[in-house]
């Protein structure tokens, strides 16, 4: 019989072992309308632009049956100048680089609750995070941190169940408002079948702003 090993503190695990898997909670009413409307939206905007064009169309035929070639070859000359050409290379400075929220680089297990961090990929495995002082720009906090029941490797279906009872259940309590009422959204982290081998049992739930990076703590937002 082979006795299972020890688990590892992080700095003994290997590249496999010292990491864990993301995932994005999409399953909410009102995300659904958000899409709804973004469709909508981008539809509306497909028609004003195809009726925009045949209205062009018709002012090109209206030129081909005047037949004036004088009047329309001299401002095609003057409206492309080459100097407008020359402002948008200053459009683009390296300066916009700094705005960017500094922080520090941590093992994804030393990453705890109350952390803000940056942006990690969903549904990709993360080793490390950026850890950013929630008083300045920052992209998600840790707001709660849960033990999966040891046994067997339950796999993600089993996580995201857990996540809607644990995370879902704390995210009211945590920013004030019921989730399916909020505008803010939960990410996560679960364990990847390397690192439950070594003992990871934890489930780390984040909070977001879909709109963009916030600064200091959601907690008590209400919205």
């Not at 004003?48 to 018709?58: K, V």
């Not at 549904?123 to 707001?143: A, G, K, N, R």
Request: net charge negative; charged share 30%; glycine share 6%.
């Amino acid at each position: 019989m082979v006795r299972p090993t020890e688990p590892r503190r992080p700095s003994e695990r290997t590249a496999a072992e010292r990491r864990r898997v993301s995932g994005v909670y999409i399953l909410k009413e009102t995300m659904i309308v958000r899409i709804t409307i973004r469709t909508a939206v981008t539809a509306l905007a497909a028609v004003a632009a195809l009726s925009l064009s045949a209205c062009g169309d018709d002012s090109s035929d209206d030129n081909a049956d005047g037949g004036d070639s004088t009047t329309t070859s001299e401002p095609t000359e003057e409206d492309t100048p080459a100097e407008e050409d020359t402002p948008a290379e200053e459009d683009t400075p390296a300066e916009e680089e700094s705005d960017a929220p500094e922080g520090e680089t941590q093992d994804v297990f030393d990453v705890g609750l109350g952390d803000c961090i940056s942006n990690f990929n969903a549904e990709e495995q993360v080793s490390e995070l950026t850890v950013i002082p929630c008083e300045e720009e920052h992209d998600q906090e840790v707001f709660a941190v849960f033990e999966v029941p040891d046994g067997d490797f339950p796999g993600s279906e089993a996580f995201q169940s857990q996540v809607e009872t644990d995370c879902i259940g704390s995210f009211e309590t945590f920013v004030g408002m019921p989730y399916n009422e909020s505008v803010l959204e939960i990410q996560w982290l679960e364990p990847t079948e390397e690192s439950w081998a070594q003992g990871d049992r934890e489930l780390v739930c984040t909070v977001l702003d879909p709109s963009g990076p916030v600064t200091g703590t959601l907690e008590g937002a209400n919205r």
